[in-house]
C-alpha cells in the first residue's frame, strides 16, 4: 500500500488530491514523471548515469538508488500513472533532520526555451541563489518527540536567506538548544559530529566536489543536496547518521567535455558555510547572530529555531 | 617618454588618436581611468586590495603592482588625465606570447544596472562565457622571429570557440610547430614546461583557485586571467617564465562574507582544459584535432596558429 512520504521537504507534495511522490513500506520512493520533457530527461538522466560505468562506487552512493520506472495508481487521483521508482532517502530513519539545498547561481541551461531562460532568471535573481550560489529551499528540523519539527512559515522565505541568515540556519541545524527558546544562541552541539570528522557533511561535500572539478558528462541545473541526520542518535552519543544525497534531475544535461562550473562554484560556497562554522565555532554564541535571529523574518515569535 | 605597448592583447588600445594604456621605459604601464564609476572602482579596489594585510604573499604576485595614480598626457591627445599607475606585465619580456581569458560565466554583478545586466548577460550568452564559464578575450602567440606572432583575425571570433576549438588554441598556444603550417598538429611541445611543474602555470592556477575557495573580500567581474610565456627561452631548453596575472579590476564588488563562486567555478573550468593537455599530451597528434582545426573558424588559411 502505498503512502505520502513523512519527510518530504520540497517539490510538490501529495495528499489532498493534489499529485505528488509516495513511498511503499519496503523502502521504495514513487516520484511522479512530469507530463513535459522534464520526466522524460529525469528518466534518461537515471538511465545513462545508473548504467555509467566510469562513475565511481564512492560517488553514485551520493545519488538514490534507481528501479526503472512503474505505473502506479497517482496521488491525485487520476488512476495509474508512470512514475520513477527511487530509493526512499528517508526509509530506516528515526525522526531525521532535512535540509534541500539548490545548487547552482544559474538554475536554467544555455540552450533553454527564452521563456524558460527568463522565468529562471529571474527567480535566481530574487531568491539567494544569485548572491551565495545556492538557495535553500526546504528544511525540516526535528526538535524533541515533545515540541516534533520546525519547518519554515513559508516556502518563499527560506529561499531568499541573506548569507547571515544561512549561516545561522546552518547552525541551528546542528543545535540542540535551537527547539527550546527562539531568543537562545544556537549551541552548535552536533556540529562536529554532523558536519564535523572523516564521515561526517563536510567530508561528503569535498568527495562530491572532487568529482565535480572533473566529471565533464553531467551538467545539473536546478539540482539539489540533500542533508539529513538523526538528532536523537547524536543526543545519546552515537553516529547521527549524517548523510548527503543529490536528488531532483529533471534539468540534467551533456557535459559535452566542460565541467559543471556552475555546480561546483555554488557546491563550493555551500562548502565554505560549513567549513566556518567548524573552524570558527565560539561565532555560535556571539551575540551578532542573536539579534540576527532576532531580526530575521523566517524566525517567527512562535519560538523554535 | 610614455608609448603605446607593444604586447596588449585585448581592451581598448591607444593610438590613432584614440585613448589606452601606456607604458615609459622603466616598467611603468598606464591606464587611463574609465570615465564613468569603472575607474573610481578599478582606483578603490587597488588601493583596497594593496593595503588589505590579509592576502598572503603568494597570492599577491599574481596581481599588477599598484603605484597610485597620476596625471598624465593622454593617448587621444585631450592632455593631462589621470591614469592609474602600474606594472608593466611584459616590460623585461621578449617576445612574449600571451592570452587574456575573461573568467566567469556571468560578467555581471547581482546589483548592477538593469541595462548592464541586460548588455552583459547577452554577451556572456552569445560567447563562450556561459557555456565554458570563461572566455578568451584576446590572444598572441609568438611563432618566430620571421613569422612574427599570430593573432585571432577580429576580437569576436575568439571569444566565441568551442570548447573543442579552445582546446586546440591552448595546445597550440604552447606548441613549437603551431607556426608554420596550419593543418600541421600542433605538437605541444613546450605544454610540459609552460603549463606543468611546480612553477608552470596549472600549479599557479591551482594557488590561485585555493585562494578563492577561501576568501570572501573581493567579487571579481569580468575580470580576466593574463597567461604569458617566452618561447624563445622554451626553445633553448631554458625556463619560459610561464605566469599568470589578474587584470581588470572596474567590476571588482563586495564579498560580503560569500565566496565569489562565479569565479571560482569558471576558474576550474579552465584549470581542467589546462590539465586535461597535460594528462592526455596523445591527444595533441589526434586527427580529430586536425579536422576540428581546418573547420575553425579562427584558424585561417593564411597559416599559423
Known amino acids: 500500500m502505498l503512502k505520502v512520504p513523512d519527510h518530504q521537504v520540497a517539490g510538490h507534495k501529495a495528499g489532498g488530491g493534489r499529485l505528488g511522490p509516495l513511498v511503499d513500506d519496503s523502502g521504495r520512493f514513487y516520484k511522479p514523471l512530469q507530463g513535459d520533457e522534464r520526466g522524460a530527461n529525469e528518466v534518461s538522466f537515471y538511465t545513462s548515469f545508473s548504467s555509467n560505468t566510469k562513475i565511481p562506487d564512492h560517488i553514485t552512493r551520493f545519488f538514490p538508488?534507481?528501479?526503472?520506472?512503474?505505473?502506479?495508481?497517482?496521488?491525485?487521483?487520476?488512476?495509474?500513472?508512470?512514475?520513477?521508482?527511487?530509493?526512499?532517502?528517508?526509509?530506516?530513519?528515526?525522526?531525521?533532520?532535512?535540509?534541500?539545498?539548490?545548487?547552482?547561481?544559474?538554475?536554467?541551461?544555455?540552450?533553454?526555451?527564452?521563456?524558460?531562460?527568463?522565468?529562471?532568471?529571474?527567480?535566481?535573481?530574487?531568491?539567494?541563489?544569485?548572491?551565495?550560489?545556492?538557495?535553500?529551499?526546504?528544511?525540516r528540523i526535528f526538535q524533541s518527540t515533545k515540541s516534533g519539527y520546525w519547518e519554515p512559515e513559508n516556502k518563499s522565505s527560506i529561499q531568499t536567506l541573506s548569507a547571515d541568515e544561512v549561516k545561522l540556519l546552518l547552525k541551528n541545524f546542528v543545535s540542540s538548544n535551537a527547539s527550546e527558546v527562539s531568543h537562545m544562541k544556537p549551541d552548535c552541539a552536533f556540529a562536529s559530529t554532523v558536519y564535523g570528522g572523516s564521515t561526517g557533511i563536510l567530508s561528503q561535500l569535498l568527495e562530491l566536489k572532487a568529482w565535480f572539478e572533473d566529471q565533464t558528462s553531467y551538467h545539473f541545473y536546478s539540482c539539489s543536496v540533500l542533508m539529513m541526520f538523526e538528532k536523537e542518535l547524536a543526543s545519546c552519543g552515537k553516529s547521527p547518521r549524517a548523510e548527503i544525497k543529490l536528488v531532483d534531475f529533471a534539468h540534467v544535461h551533456e557535459g559535452k567535455g566542460v565541467i559543471d562550473h556552475n555546480f561546483l562554484g555554488g557546491l563550493c560556497s555551500f562548502i565554505k558555510f560549513i567549513s566556518e562554522i567548524l573552524t570558527t565555532p565560539e561565532d555560535c554564541a556571539a551575540d551578532s547572530l542573536l539579534e540576527d535571529a532576532q531580526k530575521s523574518h523566517i524566525y517567527s515569535d512562535n519560538g523554535s529555531v
Not at 524558460?116 to 539567494?128: G, H, N, P
Open 65 to 139: 538508488k534507481f528501479d526503472g520506472t512503474q505505473l502506479v495508481e497517482a496521488s491525485d487521483g487520476t488512476g495509474m500513472q508512470p512514475h520513477l521508482v527511487l530509493q526512499d532517502l528517508t526509509f530506516d530513519r528515526v525522526n531525521p533532520s532535512i535540509m534541500d539545498i539548490k545548487i547552482g547561481s544559474r538554475t536554467w541551461p544555455p540552450h533553454a526555451p527564452e521563456d524558460y531562460v527568463q522565468k529562471c532568471l529571474k527567480k535566481d535573481r530574487e531568491t539567494s541563489s544569485l548572491p551565495l550560489g545556492f538557495r535553500v529551499s526546504g528544511a
